[in-house]
């Protein structure tokens, strides 16, 4: 079956730097699109980041633009989100997702 499984989240310094994956199986990742979204508690879900099948068109959220960057190793199976310069409202559970399957999700907590 469908399997999304994110993994890096934690507690960082505002400032910090943090490195999201996403180990996927069960359907062809290679073909793919991929998404990473996030939600803070009491907020709506929101759309961080996109990567195409092959990573040549990756789009961002503007809140995160220029600090995250989204990968993809499709040997791997894997979707990464690079997360630079943490600020506290980057604080929220991150997921990913693939059509209609999401991962579990990995919590991310930016404060000194």
């Known amino acids: 079956q469908v399997q999304l499984v994110e993994s890096g989240g934690g507690l960082v310094q505002p400032g910090g730097s943090l490195r999201l994956s996403c180990a996927a199986s069960?359907?062809?990742?290679?073909?793919?699109?991929m998404k990473w979204y996030r939600q803070a508690p009491g907020k709506e879900r929101e759309l961080v980041a996109t990567?195409?099948?092959?990573?040549?068109?990756?789009n961002y959220a503007n809140s995160v633009k220029g600090r995250f960057t989204i990968s993809r190793d499709n040997f791997k199976n894997t979707v990464y989100l690079q997360m630079n310069s943490l600020r506290p409202e980057d604080t929220a559970m991150y997921s990913c997702?693939?059509?209609?399957?999401w991962g579990q999700g990995t919590q991310v907590t930016v404060s000194s």
């Open positions: 997702n693939a059509g209609v399957f």
């Open positions: 069960g359907f062809t990742f290679s073909s793919a699109t």
């Open positions: 990567i195409t099948s092959a990573g040549r068109i990756t």
